[in-house]
């Protein structure tokens, strides 16, 4: 009996504390309700006399406070703690008003503000409602805080990278409101500033004449072709101003309004007269600036195609395009309007595109104002993983309608029609049929390229009569990659002109071409190579066209062609240090219309050998600052001895030295 006695009196306890408790909590006994009660609570009630701690039974009236605890403040409704936080926090809130009774919670709540990382700027985005003591909502969506952050404990040392790190407005290496990391209006409108300075320093020889015997830059010069040094000093300062609509990554932008002003000083210094200006009067320097508005235009997308984020979009204005993936056609910034977009995820891509061509600055390349009454009409596609993943696919078609004119370049010297032959004003319209590919199929990279191009010239220069276009080209680079080094192996052929007299122009020629390919340090890709008043090759361009100008020059399909055999290996020395090497062997496809042009008979296919090495180094690690600098040498063969020395001579190795700088913010 005495064990069950004492059970019994446990059980009791418990359920008299129980009740004790449900009573201090609500006066009926009922549970607490779900949201907390506007009415303040009963004080605790008094200990029953005779020392007991067990409250009056459940039913009992309460006592009444004593007239001291009447006048005591009513006590404030307690917190509820009875549901979860996130249930707390999807309550509305009241937008607090300034000065507003909320004012007081508000800097009451203990909410810590971290600053935004890099260089934010000033939000545009206005608050639309309040806070409360659980959360402070932030309307702008770019510029949340981070707290700093010390992760390996040692104060921030240089030689560490550090997270959450805060930003100046100068510095491009962390976000940056002036680099379109954070919008300057509202949530999806950006801006992008982007500033360029290149630098370039250029020694060279290439082949130069002399001029008539009473104006040379010596007495007594008598040979032909004299001392060719030459030195080359050009800067170009770009600064770019973007302001885009949009949400700054995946998806493709709504708008955008693009404007870049150029401007460029070069100075170019030579060893004979007659080179710097027809003028023989000007001497042997020369000393040109040009200030222009390079890329001008605006973007809007005309409609979302997909869930994918594929689009349609348009282009008006100065613009870049580059046609190809070597620049092989047409590469250039000009006047024009552009139809894009893409389709199935991404995998195809497709440009139509017209250019309005305006002219070109002679010496620094840039636009200038003037119209040059030429219309290139472009349309290509793209399909990436064609066939194989990693290998994209192109076809493209181009037209270009290069009306007659007569233009004498800032220089004086004659540039449309070509110096050659009857150079009359002509028209020049051709229709550009190609198909290329890059990328790589399995461990090896491959880049090709095949254009035949058909049209007619009303009166080419060379050939003194019109003529039928029909001419191909074609390109192809095997590489492989073994750890840090990379074996190319490539060739390009450009078909040549066996007769130069018969009407049927067989020699192939671009629109305006920038090509990467056979070596970015090639003595034969990077100058222009003159041969009485015309290009035998000019600079950017791997073509023997006998061009006048590649920028201001007419397409000319009379000309010699070319076979290029290359042998190229890249070294990634260091992750800031790549060395590049490359080895030519040319060869004229055809020698007629080098025959013709120049009264000789018999030239010989070889044009020599071409070496070149150089180097590429990226202090920071990526490309905000490059230097390049390399060397290169052309060591004539039979065809360039003859070309360039009348009595049959030895003609010395050219050599090409440069050193280029480039900064980008």
Known sequence: MRPIWKLSRCVAGVFLCATSQVRADSPTGAAAPPAVSAVPALPPLPAPTGGSSLPPPPGALAAQPTAAAASQPPKAAPKDTTRQPIDRLLEPTVPAQPGGPQDAAVQASAYAYFPTLGFA???????????????????????????????????????????????????????????????????????????????????????????????????????????????????????????????????????????????????????????????????????????????????????????????????????????????????????????????????????????????????????????????????????????????????????????????????????????????????????????????????????????????????????????????????VELSYDRDWARFRVSGLYQSGDGDARNGHATGFDSILDQQNFGGEFSFWRRNRVPLFGVGLTNDQSNLANLRSSRIQGQSNFVNPGLWLINAGVDFDLTPRLRSINNANALFFDKTNPLEVFTFQGNIDRFIGVDLSTGFEYRPRLNNNGIILAGISTLIPGGGFRQLYNDKGGKVQSLLNGFAEIIFTF
């Not at 493709?252 to 030579?270: E, M, R």
């Not at 613009?319 to 590469?331: E, I």
């Not at 993983?385 to 004659?414: C, E, M, Q, R, V």
């Open 121 to 475: 700027g000033q939000s545009g985005v206005l608050p639309r409602s309040g806070s409360n003591n659980e959360y402070d909502t932030v309307e702008d969506r770019w510029r949340t805080g981070f707290p700093e952050w010390d992760r390996y404990g040692l104060n921030h040392p240089r030689v560490f990278d550090y997270p959450y790190q805060l930003g100046r407005w100068y510095d491009p290496y962390r976000q940056n409101v002036l680099k379109g990391d954070y919008p300057v209006f509202g949530q999806h409108t950006f801006f992008v500033f982007t500033g360029t300075n290149s630098s370039l320093f250029e020694g060279r020889m290439i082949p130069t004449a002399t001029t008539p015997f009473e104006s040379t830059a010596r007495p007594l010069q008598e040979e032909f072709f004299q001392r060719p040094g030459q030195f080359l000093f050009s800067n170009l300062t770009t600064a770019s101003f973007e302001l885009f609509h949009g949400d700054a990554a995946f998806k493709p932008k709504d708008w955008a309004v693009k404007l870049t002003p150029a401007f460029n000083y070069n100075a170019l210094s030579v060893s004979e007269l007659g080179v710097v200006s027809p003028d023989v009067r000007k001497g042997t320097v020369r000393l040109r600036s040009w200030a222009t508005l390079q890329e001008w235009f605006g973007e809007y997308k005309l409609a979302d195609l997909s869930e994918q984020y594929d689009f349609l979009s348009v282009r008006a204005g100065a613009q870049p395009f580059t046609s190809d993936f070597r620049g092989f056609v047409y590469s250039d910034v000009n006047r024009g309007v552009r139809l894009f977009g893409n389709l199935d995820g991404n995998r195809t891509q497709f440009n139509l595109a017209y250019f309005r061509q305006l002219e070109k600055d002679t010496n620094s390349g840039l636009n200038t104002f003037s119209d040059r009454n030429q219309d290139v009409v472009i349309a290509n596609l793209y399909r990436q993983d064609f066939i194989f993943p990693g290998y994209t696919a192109s076809l493209s078609y181009h037209f270009n309608n290069d009306g007659p004119s007569l233009k004498f370049d800032k220089n004086g010297f004659l540039a449309r029609p070509d110096p050659a032959g009857t150079f009359t004003p002509h028209r020049v319209e051709a229709h550009y049929l190609g198909w290329a590919g890059d990328g790589h199929i399995d461990r090896y990279n491959i880049s090709h390229a095949f254009y035949w191009v058909l049209g007619r010239d009303s009166r080419n220069p060379i050939a003194g009569q019109p003529t039928s276009i029909s001419a191909q080209l074609a390109a």
